[in-house]
């Protein structure tokens, strides 16, 4: 294997996941449809998907042990701050990666996103 070239995150309510990306997070919508939304990031250097679930998702912890990460141009405190603006609330704090500094973000359904400074 020599790359991931897409990821798809099962949600359990596509219209909030989709306003919650987009408003909050300042993702842009590449394509949507009713079972999923493909969103691009960084002028369509990254993109993934949500979707609506392949299988029941009720009585179940969404999320738990996924993360994926967005290298970024900008400095991360100045885009830190401004998805807290936006109203994201459970920014975490910069830390220091073997890749450089990060931080994360958790979306409504529990996935952890984090946002990496390039070098």
């Known amino acids: 294997m020599i790359q991931l070239t897409f990821a798809s995150l099962q949600v359990k309510n596509l219209e909030a996941s989709k306003e919650f990306y987009t408003n909050k997070l300042g993702f842009e919508i590449d394509n949507s449809n009713p079972q999923a939304c493909v969103f691009k990031y960084n002028k369509g ?31 991360v405190e100045e885009l830190k701050e401004k998805l807290i603006s936006n109203g994201v609330n459970n920014a975490g704090p910069i830390i220091e990666t073997p890749f450089g500094r990060a931080f994360h973000v958790k979306d409504i359904d529990g996935y952890k996103l984090t946002f990496l400074e390039s070098k």
Do not use: D, K, M
Request: hydrophobic share 50%; no cysteine.
């Open 45 to 75: 250097q990254a993109s993934f998907a949500i979707r609506t679930p392949l299988e029941p998702l009720e009585e179940r912890e969404l999320g738990v042990g996924v993360a994926l990460w967005f290298a970024v141009s900008e400095n």
